[in-house]
């Protein structure tokens, strides 16, 4: 069993910085490809980066590019999305996901994290 925990979320404004980490336990995160994911008030959830198990392959939704970096610290077992210059559009609950498959795609992801909240104020 994984168990993904999310913290670093929180009330930042516009053009602020967060970083968000995920942590697990059970199963050692270093064996799973790290993804984050975020859903906003009353749209669906949506991908927004991910990142091979070894750090090597990473990818993002257009719209971060540039602005988001995606991290892992396999000895921490702990996966990161540095977020800066963030927008009121970044507005949602983020969550952490992890998945056996290698590929660095936005589905199959089979363990979540409860989420945690980002409020970007203009």
């Known amino acids: 069993q994984v168990q993904l925990v999310e913290s670093g979320g929180g009330l930042v404004q516009a053009g602020d910085s967060l970083r968000l980490s995920c942590t697990t336990s059970?199963?050692?995160?270093?064996?799973?490809?790290g993804g984050w994911f975020r859903q906003a008030p009353g749209k669906e959830l949506e991908f927004v980066a991910a990142?091979?198990?070894?750090?090597?392959?990473?990818r993002y939704k257009d719209s971060v590019k540039g602005r988001f970096t995606i991290s892992r610290d396999n000895a921490e077992n702990t996966v990161y999305l540095q977020m800066n210059s963030l927008k009121p559009e970044d507005t949602a609950v983020y969550y952490c996901?992890?998945?056996?498959?290698?590929?660095?795609?936005?589905?199959?992801?089979?363990?979540w994290g409860q989420g945690t909240q980002v409020t970007v104020s203009s």
């Open positions: 996901a992890g998945k056996a498959s290698v590929l660095v795609t936005p589905d199959a992801y089979i363990y």
């Open positions: 059970g199963r050692a995160f270093n064996s799973l490809t």
């Open positions: 990142i091979s198990w070894n750090g090597r392959n990473t």
